[in-house]
C-alpha cells in the first residue's frame, strides 16, 4: 500500500514553468509505475504521462509531448512532472497515481489500471 501527496501546482503565467512533486508514503516505492493525469473543469481526467519502475521507461499524452518531462528518484520515493512553455489550456488539477501491475519496464496511460491516487496538486496557467 502506499499514500500519494502532491505538491507544486500554483498560478503560473503562460510561457512559465512548473516542477510538480509527489511522494509516495509506503514500502517499496520503486516497485510501482507511476502516473500524472489532470482533470479540467467540466472535462474528464486527462493521462498527462507515466514511468515505469524499472527502466525509466516513459510516455506522455499528445497535448504535452515536447514541453512535459516525468522523472523519479527511488531513494527520495518521489515522482517529478516538469512542465515548461505552459499555456492556459494547461490549467487543471494534476493527479499522482501508481501501479504495481505488469513488469518493470511498463508503463500505463489509462486510469483503470492505476490503483493508488493522490489528492491532486493545483495548476492555473494565467496572466
Known amino acids: 500500500q502506499v499514500q500519494l501527496v502532491e505538491s507544486g501546482g500554483q498560478l503560473v503565467q503562460p510561457g512559465g514553468s512548473l516542477n510538480l512533486s509527489c511522494v509516495g508514503i509506503?514500502?517499496?516505492?520503486?516497485?510501482?509505475?507511476m502516473g500524472w493525469f489532470r482533470q479540467a473543469p467540466g472535462k474528464e481526467r486527462e493521462f498527462v504521462a507515466a514511468?515505469?519502475?524499472?527502466?525509466?521507461?516513459?510516455g506522455y499524452g499528445d497535448s504535452v509531448k515536447g514541453r512535459f518531462t516525468i522523472s523519479r528518484d527511488n531513494a527520495k520515493n518521489t515522482v517529478y512532472l516538469q512542465m515548461n512553455n505552459l499555456v492556459p489550456e494547461d490549467t487543471a488539477a494534476y493527479y499522482c497515481?501508481?501501479?504495481?501491475?505488469?513488469?518493470?519496464?511498463?508503463?500505463?496511460?489509462?486510469?483503470?489500471?492505476?490503483?493508488?491516487w493522490g489528492q491532486g496538486t493545483q495548476v492555473t496557467v494565467s496572466s
Open positions: 509506503g514500502r517499496m516505492f520503486g516497485s510501482y509505475a
Open positions: 497515481a501508481a501501479t504495481r501491475r505488469g513488469g518493470g519496464g511498463f508503463y500505463y496511460n489509462r486510469e483503470d489500471e492505476y490503483e493508488h
Open positions: 514511468i515505469s519502475r524499472a527502466i525509466g521507461a516513459t
